[in-house]
């Protein structure tokens, strides 16, 4: 079954264990993430689990400075998008350095592309 890309806020609120809605969207707000509006108000799923993963992430590179990397692919590894944009963060944690591309063939998913454009275009 394949998940849907965006989602409401109320779900945000599962993922950061906040209930009211001014919690969850300052919450947003604090972590530079987008709501949009198209009847009803939403966000890109891979946006919050980003952050949420995030801090998760940063600690595997200071736990495991010589071998995070194929830690967190093999935590990650099957959720590509997830797995290349914490990669991406991770490098910058360990290194301040910030790799120009990815290495991920999106062209073939529209969603996905889009929400890959919007992030980094």
Same mark, same amino acid.
Request: hydrophobic share 30%; aromatic share 14%.
């Given at each position: ?59 595997? %590179?200071?736990?495991?400075? &010589? ?13 590509? +998008? /997830? @797995? !290349? ?12 350095? %910030?790799?120009?591309?990815? &290495? ?13 454009? +919007? /992030? @980094? !275009?």
């Amino acid at each position: 079954m394949k998940q849907s890309s965006h989602i409401s806020l109320s779900e945000v609120g599962q993922y950061i264990n906040r209930k009211d809605n001014r919690s969850i969207k300052k919450w947003l707000r604090d972590h530079q993430i987008p709501i949009h509006k198209d009847g009803r108000e939403y966000v890109f799923r891979l946006h919050v689990e980003q952050e949420v993963w995030r801090p998760f992430a940063e600690d595997l %590179v200071k736990r495991y400075p &010589n071998s995070w990397q194929p830690r967190l692919e093999s935590i990650y590894g099957d959720q590509k +998008e /997830l @797995y !290349q944009l914490l990669y991406h963060d991770c490098l910058e944690f360990d290194t301040g350095f %910030v790799p120009y591309q990815f &290495n991920l063939d999106i062209s073939s998913n529209k969603e996905h592309e889009s929400i890959f454009q +919007e /992030l @980094y !275009q």
